[in-house]
C-alpha cells in the first residue's frame, strides 16, 4: 500500500501529537508568500499578475479577508471585463471577414 508522506517528513500519526511542528509544517506554506525569494523587481511585476492577485484572494478566503482584497476583487473585475471586449472584438473581426 502507498502512502503519502508530508513535505516535513512527519508521519500524521506524529503529526498529531506534535500539533505546533504539524502546524508549521502544513500550514506555514499557505502564509508564506511564495514571492519572497525572489528578487525585487520580480516581486513588482508579480504584483501585475492576474493569478497570484487570485491566489491572493484564496489566501484571504482561508486566512481572513483585508481591506485591499477590496481592489484586488474591483481591478480583477475590471481586467475581466477589458478581455471580455478584447475577445468579442477580435471574434466579430474574424467572423465579419
Known amino acids: 500500500m502507498l502512502t503519502m508522506t508530508p513535505p516535513c ?22 502564509q508564506a508568500s511564495p514571492l519572497e525569494g525572489l528578487p525585487e523587481g520580480f516581486q513588482v511585476a508579480a504584483q501585475f499578475n492576474p493569478l497570484y492577485q ?10 481572513g479577508f483585508e481591506a485591499v482584497d477590496l481592489i484586488r476583487v474591483a481591478v480583477l473585475a475590471g ?13 466579430a473581426k474574424r467572423l465579419i471577414d
Open 54 to 63: 487570485l491566489v491572493e484572494l484564496v489566501r484571504g478566503a482561508a486566512f
Open 9 to 30: 517528513g512527519l508521519r500524521p500519526s506524529r503529526a498529531r501529537r506534535r500539533d505546533r511542528q504539524s502546524r508549521r509544517c502544513f500550514a506555514g506554506p499557505l
Open 79 to 91: 481586467f475581466s471585463f477589458v478581455m471580455w471586449r478584447v475577445a468579442v472584438h477580435q471574434m
